[in-house]
């Protein structure tokens, strides 16, 4: 066995039941306790570290006190990315996404004034008709946190970046994702505004 990695810790939380407390499939982990766990990935001087009550992302010091779960295997597959003008393609997980932030006021630049809600976020991708393809939709928290694996699919990403995932513990906010740190936050009003991305193909999952 060896420490888990940040990666794989981050695939084990359900964001999926509103009600699970602590966010995990008890069925299969029944000793999961809602609190924090160590991953084994630096980030700078700090440890990354996930708390299973809610799936929020943090950073600690060593000689801090988490709990520990431990994994054997082979690795998460890296994404296989594959760009073809503005929209790029990952052949591991069968997803399509955009390139950039969504110039959502076709201004021909991405900045503040691109900035949508939630539910305009949502309208926004799902209208979307872009590279020949109608089928576009806002990615889950679950999508970003795999392809999070390589910085490639992120370049012209903006950070806060919403996902169509709602925060468990607070049904009025929902997850976003930071490109530039390949990190997740939840607890983030969805009356806000964040930047979007879209993405299409794939499962749908939570």
Known sequence: SRGLGYVYKRQLIDYSDQ???????????PNTRASFYWSNTWDGGELRNISFYNGQEYTASTNKNHLVRAVRGDAIPTPDIQQSG???SDATTGLMWLTASADTNNNGTVDESDMLNWQQALAYCENLNFATYDDWRMPNINEFRFSSTTGSLWP?????TW????DKNYLTAAWYFHPERSSVS???NKTSENYVTCVRGGYEGK
Do not use: H, M
């Open 186 to 188: 939840g607890d983030f």
């Open 163 to 166: 996902s169509s995932t709602t």
């Open 156 to 160: 012209y990403t903006k950070d806060r």
């Open 19 to 29: 009600t699970l407390d602590p966010a995990i499939d008890q069925s299969i982990f």
């Open 86 to 88: 503005e929209v790029v």
